[in-house]
């Protein structure tokens, strides 16, 4: 990888790190600050806007180890987030749970069912386990729809409670950001150094050529459940903070268009990548904050009847648009268009470009 000139790499663990040089700590140190002080000076409105870019970031980092590094495509991302929301939802209301136990006991729901459906896997690929896992998104909404209707509440939904811990009511926002925050952070940086692993990799050989990587002695059966485990783990912890979030779980939440919008995530901000994952949710986010804007004037254009179509319709419009842009124009998303960026800058005034 470029180094800007004269930075060198001494050591195999210089070589390994993921922030290298004093400059680049500096900048990590000073985001991690302006995150925490941000409930200081930021209004309610752009502190909702970051909780949900930063649950979605998780489900979304889930997402990009199944597809984006596994190869795994899958369809049905939002029922394994609609796991872990229920997970804690019942966990709460009906077992009387403490919040705190149902974030990883969601994670790990989810990963169970997500082993489930990652078995077809082993003999399915491409656009046969695609379908597999579209399958998985109407099955698991249709048992949250039907099934135990003393637990699962499907008609009036379940109510969930904020949390509490050592005295600090999480009700108001300007709390409940720091949970979802913190939680987004660690999770990004486990998501980052897995990917660097010996799991990884095999992760990366899978998607490359599976059969290449059982000839030099991948286990690609086991990797498989192990991305499809951990991606819906991911997915599992994103339901949970949703669920606390909005405080009440009801089937039509985890509707399919938001897999196809996680989906549409990895295309925009970079598939395999976690920085593509940050990437695309903060890009597709901020596109679907314009269109809240721009609708109720679109939809004082039209007539009453009409009005009421104008948000939902220029919604998906306006991100599926933007992700058929990046799938002509930059294929590789935001991430590479990152990487040119910087390494202009470092050969700067040199001409360079990749």
């Known amino acids: 990888m470029d180094r800007p000139a004269g930075v060198f790499d001494v050591r195999y663990e210089q070589d390994m790190a993921v922030v290298r040089t004093g400059p680049q700590w500096a900048t990590l140190i000073g985001f991690l600050i302006l995150l925490a002080v941000l409930p200081l000076f930021a209004g309610s409105y752009f502190l909702s806007f970051m909780i949900l870019t930063g649950i979605a970031l998780i489900a979304v980092l889930g997402l990009n180890i199944l597809t984006g590094y596994a190869g795994q495509i899958s369809l049905g991302h939002q ?158 912890i994103a339901g949970s903070l949703w669920a606390t979030y909005f405080r009440n779980v009801n089937p039509p939440h985890f509707h399919i268009d938001v897999s196809i919008w996680y989906l549409g995530c990895l295309i925009v901000g970079g598939m395999g990548t976690t920085v593509g994952a940050v990437f695309g949710v903060l890009f597709l986010r901020i596109i679907k904050e314009l269109v809240t804007f721009i609708s109720p004037i679109l939809s004082g254009m039209v007539s009453p009847i009409d009005a009421p179509k104008i948000a939902p319709g220029l919604a998906v419009i306006s991100w599926t648009s933007v992700v058929v842009l990046f799938l002509i124009f930059e294929p590789r998303g935001l991430a590479h268009t990152w990487e040119v960026l910087k390494s202009r800058f470092r050969h700067w005034p040199f001409k360079y470009s990749i």
């Open 79 to 236: 029922a394994f987030v609609a796991v872990g929301a229920y997970t804690t939802a019942v966990l709460m209301d009906s077992f009387h749970w403490n919040f705190w136990a149902t974030v990883p006991m969601a994670g790990i729901a989810a990963a169970g069912v997500g082993v489930l459906f990652g078995l077809p896997s082993f003999r399915l690929k491409m656009l046969y386990l695609t379908m597999s896992t579209l399958a998985a998104q109407f099955i698991i909404m249709a048992f949250f729809n039907h099934a135990f209707p003393d637990y699962f509440h499907s008609v009036s939904g379940i109510r969930v409670n904020r949390p509490e811990l050592w005295g600090i009511d999480f009700r108001e926002n300007e709390a409940f950001y720091y949970v979802v925050i913190v939680i987004a952070v660690l999770m990004t940086f486990f998501a980052k150094n897995l990917v660097r692993s010996r799991s990884g990799r095999a992760f990366v050989a899978i998607r490359d050529n599976d059969l290449a990587g059982e000839v030099i002695g991948i286990n690609v059966a086991r990797y498989k459940l192990y991305a499809f485990a951990i991606g819906c783990f991911y997915a599992g």
